[in-house]
T-cell receptor, first 112, second 112 residues
């Protein structure tokens, strides 16, 4: 079955780069997503990548996809205290519409 | 603001009761998804509707049901509530399958 895994916690200093990693198991994934959840808030779509792409950049965010290793990463450049949140990766499958399977989330703490 | 509206924001009810959660999708979006976020299970897909018809089912209990109305808003009905049903319930919408999903702020349900 499908499974998405993330490390639980990441701590960085303000101004440094953050790299949040995710592994998935189903090679039929079509889209891979990154969502951000701030305390007491909903899920904010940050970016997504098609499974036939290797990289996508959007301002401070860079997504890298290694299909061979089924590894997805989100790099946040010049991390700010406002980036402190829980980050979820998620995937969808060819035969499941847009049903998302989420990882457990990585809590990013940015220290001033 | 994602454009997806969920009401109520908070709900406290007793075990054995029934509640209805409401979701208004983004203007023009035909698909509505329901997710449950709990501490022990993480983010789990419950059910999807597309233009009024059930499209996909996930880990939804038999005590739970949903529907999507002609104006495309959706309701999630939870009955015979148990303490373990306490969670954050999210609604998401997307214009068609295979694209990004936008989430509402969620309804926090507390069963006492």
């Amino acid at each position: 079955g499908e499974d998405v895994e993330q490390s639980l916690f990441l701590s960085v200093r303000e101004g440094d780069s953050s790299v949040i990693n995710c592994t998935y198991t189903d090679s039929s994934s079509t889209y891979l997503y990154w969502y951000k959840q701030e305390p007491g808030a909903g899920l904010q779509l940050l970016t997504y990548i098609f499974s036939n792409m290797d990289m996508k950049q959007d301002q401070r965010l860079t997504v890298l996809l290694n299909k061979k290793d089924k590894h997805l990463s989100l790099r946040i450049a010049d991390t700010q205290t406002g980036d402190s949140a829980i980050y979820f990766c998620a995937e969808t499958f060819n035969n499941a519409g847009n049903m998302l399977t989420f990882g457990g989330g990585t809590r990013l703490m940015v220290k001033p | 603001d994602s454009g997806v509206t969920q009401t109520p924001k908070h709900l406290i009810t007793a075990t054995g009761q029934r509640v209805t959660l409401r979701c208004s999708p983004r203007s023009g979006d035909l698909s509505v998804y329901w997710y449950q976020q709990s501490l022990d299970q993480g983010l789990q897909f419950l059910i999807q509707y597309y233009n009024g018809e059930e499209r996909a089912k996930g880990n939804i209990l038999e005590r739970f049901s949903a529907q999507q109305f002609p104006d495309l808003h959706s309701e999630l009905n939870l009955s015979s509530l148990e303490l373990g049903d306490s969670a954050l319930y999210f609604c998401a919408s997307s214009p068609r399958t295979g694209t990004e999903a936008f989430f509402g702020q969620g309804t926090r349900l507390t069963v006492v």
